[in-house]
C-alpha cells in the first residue's frame, strides 16, 4: 500500500477498484431519491427530523452474484430498528454499499409497510464485474530484456463480500554483473466487514528472489551494462491488519509487517566518475540475514462520485510506519497523497494531484523512495523489482541524472479532464487528459555538484473504464516500458 501512495495517477494500465457511475443520492423522508444531494448533505441530515418509523424488512433487488446478506451486512441498519425518517444512516446507506466496489449504481428508497409507522427498505443494485485487473506490468529496457506481470483481485468471492487477490511478475536477467533472473509474488485476502461491524481484517503474504543494480562506473545517469554491477537478494514476509469504517467516506487502518531477507551487498561499494570522483554508495541493506518489522497507522478519505473517472471530489490518503525491533531496521516514514478535482462543465474538469514523503533513518531499500513514485515518465518497481536505470528527463537542467532512490520526494501535478463517453455496457466510459507538473527526490548521499532536487513531468494520454478495471494509454506509459537506452 505504501507505494501506491507515491504513485502517480498515469501508473501503466492500473486498475482502480470500485466505481460510482452515477451523482451521490440522498434518501429523503419520503422515499424520493434527490439527484441533487452531495455526500456532504447526506452526513448533514438530522436525526431528530421527521416521524418515528421503524424498519420492518429490507428487500435487494438487481444481486445476481452478491448474496443478499452481504449488502445488509453493509447497510448502517437492520430489520427492526426504529429511526426518524431524517436518520442520516438512511442517506449514508448508498455510499456505503458502493464503498463495496461490487457495484456500478445504487438506489436506496422508502416504501410503506403493514402498518402505520412502518416502512421496507429497498435496495436496487446494478452489480458490476468484481474481477479486477489491479496492474498490468511488461517493457524493456538496457537493464532487463523484459519484464511481464500482473496483479489481479476478486473483490466479492462468491458473492461472500471477500476479498482475494494475488500478483506474479518476472524480470528477465541482463547483461549486468553480478544480477540475475527475478520473480515476485503476492497473495492477499480481505475481510472489510466483520458481521455488520464496522471493523474489517486484511493479510498478505509476499516471496522475492531479485537482484539489485547500481552504477559503479560511467557518467552520471549512465545505463549502459558495462557501468552497472547488481548483488543478489530473497525476502519472504507477510502482512495483517485491521480497519475501521469511521465514516462512510472515511476508513482507518493499523498494520503489522514482519519481514525476512538475505541479501549480498558489496562490502563497500563506491561510485567512480570519469573525472576521478569517488563516491561511497549506501546500498540500503544489510548483508547476509535480516529482518524487517514495521507497525503502520493509515487513513483514507474519498469523496469523489466516480472514484475511477473522477471529474469532482477529492481523495487524501496519509500513512505513518515505524520500524524497530526486533528488526534490523529502525526507520520512520511519512507519506501522504490528495487528489482533488473540479467540474468545469458537464464534460471538463480540472484537477490536482499532489503526493509526496519523507523517509528518515535506516530504511531498507525497498522502503525508500524511488524515482518511478514520484515521476510517471520513469519506469515503476515491479512488485518491488528495479526494471531499469534509466537518467530521468532532464528538462530543467537540474543535473539529477543520478537520482533513483532517496530520503525526500514528491510531486504536484495539474490535470485537464475531457469526459469522452459514458455507456452502461462493458466499457463504461473514457477521458482523454493532459497533466503538467514537477517532481523531486533528494538523498542525503546525493551525487556532488547536483542542482536542486526538481525537474518537470507532463503526460497526455486517455483513460478508459472497463468491467475489468480502468486502463490508461499515454506518452508517459510508453515511456515507463521502453525507457531510454
Known sequence: ?????????????????????AQPTAVTSDGVGDPEASAGDAAQADPTFGPVIEIEDIVVVGNHATAAGVVERALPFARGDVIRAGDPRLARARWKLLALGFFRDVDVALAKGSARGRVIV????????????????????????????????????????????????????????????????????????????????????????????????????????????????ARVGGRLGATWAATPLTALSADLRVEAID????????????????????????????????????????ARPDPALPHEGQRAEVLFELGAAPGDYDFAALLARYDRFWPLTSRHALGLRAAGGVVLGDAPRFDRIHLGDVNRMMSPRVLGMTTALAAPPDLLGTANAEAVYGQYGGNLVAEYVYRWWRGPDRIYGGDLFIAVGAWGLRSDDAQPGAGPPIDLVVDVGLRVDTELGVFEFSLANALGRVPRW
Open 263 to 302: 541479501a549480498a551487498p558489496p562490502t563497500d561499494p563506491v561510485r567512480t566518475y570519469p573525472d576521478g570522483t569517488r563516491r561511497v554508495l549506501d546500498l540500503g541493506l544489510v548483508p547476509g540475514a535480516s529482518r524487517v518489522t514495521t507497525v503502520a497507522l493509515s487513513m483514507v478519505h474519498d
Open 122 to 233: 429497498r435496495v436496487t443494485v446494478a452489480e458490476r464485474g468484481t474481477i479486477a485487473l489491479n496492474r498490468l506490468w511488461f517493457g524493456t529496457s538496457a537493464l532487463a530484456p523484459w519484464w511481464l506481470g500482473a496483479d489481479l483481485s476478486e473483490r466479492n468471492l462468491l458473492g461472500t463480500g471477500l476479498h482475494v487477490g494475488g500478483a506474479l511478475a518476472y524480470v528477465d536477467a541482463g547483461a549486468v554483473a553480478g544480477g540475475r533472473a527475478q520473480w515476485s509474488g503476492e497473495l492477499r485476502l480481505a475481510d472489510p466487514a466483520l458481521g455488520r461491524s464496522r471493523w474489517g481484517l486484511h493479510g498478505a503474504i509476499s516471496a522475492h528472489r531479485g537482484s539489485e543494480p547500481y552504477r559503479a562506473t560511467g557518467p552520471a545517469g549512465t545505463s549502459a551494462p558495462e557501468d552497472l554491477r547488481a548483488f543478489t537478494y
Open 1 to 21: 500500500m505504501r507505494r501506491s501512495i507515491l504513485a502517480v495517477a498515469g501508473a501503466a494500465l492500473a486498475a482502480v477498484a470500485g466505481r460510482a457511475d
